[in-house]
C-alpha cells in the first residue's frame, strides 16, 4: 500500500475491497454487497480514478465501521470506526473492531434505508412513483397499514369502502396515531439499547 493513504481515498478504498472480499469472487461479491454493478467495480478497480459519490455512499452503508476512515484517513476506535485488516499508517496503536459500535451503526442504516430507496430500480421494486417524498411516504404508510389493519378489526372494511367522514375515520386516525408512535418508540428503544452495549464495551 503506498504512502499516500492519508491523502488518497481511491488507496482506502481498494484496501477495503481487498479486506471484505475474495480475490476470485472480489468483483461479484461487491455487486452482492452494494447496488452498484460489477462492471462499475472492475473499471475502478483496474483504472486510476477516485470511488464515485455512490460508491463511498454504498461501502459507508455497508461497513460503517470504516466509514470514517474511508473519508478521512483517521480512525477513533473508542468510537468504534475503525480500519480495515491490512490498513497501513494507521496514526491510532489500536485498531481492533469493537462489535457493540458495529452493530449500533448498522441498526442506524437499517432505520434510515427508507430514506434511501431513491433509484429507480428500487422505487419500481416497490411499486412507487419516483418522486423521492411520496416514495417515502408509500413506504412509510405500507408499514404503517399493515399494523393498522391487525388492530383495528374493521380496518379493511374502512381501507375499501369508507371515506374520511365515514364513522370509522376517527377510529381509523386514533388507531394510526397510536401505530406510529408505537413504531417511533420502537425504533428509539432499539437505538438506546445498541448504544448502552456500545458505551458498556468502551468502559470495559
Known amino acids: 500500500m503506498s504512502s499516500n493513504i492519508y491523502t488518497s481515498i481511491r488507496s482506502r478504498m481498494l484496501t477495503i475491497i481487498k479486506a471484505v472480499s475474495s480475490e476470485d469472487r472480489r468483483f461479484k461479491s461487491m455487486e452482492e454487497f452494494t447496488r452498484i454493478s460489477g462492471a462499475t ?26 466509514a ?9 476506535p473508542l468510537s468504534g470506526h475503525v480500519a480495515p485488516p491490512g490498513a497501513e499508517c494507521i496514526l491510532e496503536k489500536i485498531n481492533e473492531e469493537m462489535p457493540e459500535s458495529t452493530e449500533y451503526f448498522m441498526y442506524q442504516m437499517k432505520l434510515l434505508q427508507p430514506l434511501r430507496e431513491r433509484t429507480q430500480a428500487g422505487l419500481a421494486k416497490i411499486g412507487v412513483t419516483p418522486d423521492f417524498e411520496k416514495s417515502l411516504r408509500s413506504l412509510m404508510d405500507a408499514k404503517m397499514n399493515d399494523e393498522i389493519l391487525k388492530r383495528m378489526p374493521l380496518g379493511a372494511k374502512f381501507f375499501e ?32 439499547e445498541y448504544r448502552k452495549r456500545k458505551l458498556e464495551a468502551v468502559s470495559r
Open 161 to 192: 369502502t369508507d371515506s374520511l367522514d365515514s364513522p370509522h375515520s376517527k377510529e381509523y386516525e386514533e388507531v394510526r396515531e397510536q401505530v406510529m408512535q408505537d413504531m417511533r418508540d420502537h425504533d428509539l428503544q432499539e437505538l438506546e
Open 68 to 76: 470514517f476512515w474511508l473519508a478521512t484517513g483517521g480512525t477513533d
Open 41 to 66: 467495480w472492475r473499471t475502478f478497480w483496474n483504472r486510476n480514478s477516485a470511488p464515485s459519490g455512490e460508491m463511498i455512499e454504498s461501502v459507508s452503508e455497508r461497513w460503517p465501521q470504516y
